[in-house]
């Protein structure tokens, strides 16, 4: 049997949620037509992807504070969800240090970001929520 890291578990809810945006579904549609064609993930995995959904619009609303003259929906489908995945984790997940839950989304946005800025964009606005909740 594979273990996978938490990494990819964070990978796979960012590609899901992605979906979700590009293809404006709900979540359990994905889910289950990932099922229909044998995909299955784990439980962190589940649990990233249920959770930002549940609570997108709180999490959207800490995207918005921080990125004041920027409307959410001109960011990037990918970025936007690698955004919603670490502050999920950082708000809501209390047995996850904030600065692993940021530099996995930096890592995650050099393999799957858009532009070779987005780390940089993903630091930015993390580093200044990760101010705020410390705060």
Excluded: H
């Excluded at 796979?12 to 549609?29: E, F, H, V």
């Excluded at 037509?33 to 609303?61: A, P, R």
């Amino acid at each position: 049997m594979v273990k996978i890291t938490r990494r990819r578990s964070r990978e796979s809810a960012i590609i899901l949620l992605y979906q979700t945006d590009l293809l404006n579904k709900d979540i359990m549609d994905v889910l289950n037509n990932e099922k229909l064609f044998g995909k299955k993930y784990d439980d962190f995995t589940t649990s990233l992807v249920l959770g930002v959904c549940k609570n997108k619009k709180e999490i959207d609303d800490i995207i918005k504070n921080v990125v004041k003259n920027w409307a959410i929906e001109r960011i990037a489908i990918i970025d936007r969800n690698i955004l919603r995945v670490a502050i999920y984790e950082m708000v809501y997940i209390e047995d996850i240090p904030l600065k692993v839950s940021v530099d996995e989304a930096i890592e995650i946005a050099k393999k799957l970001g858009q532009k070779k800025d987005t780390p940089k964009f993903i630091n930015g606005i993390l580093g200044k929520i990760l101010i705020d909740i410390k705060n």
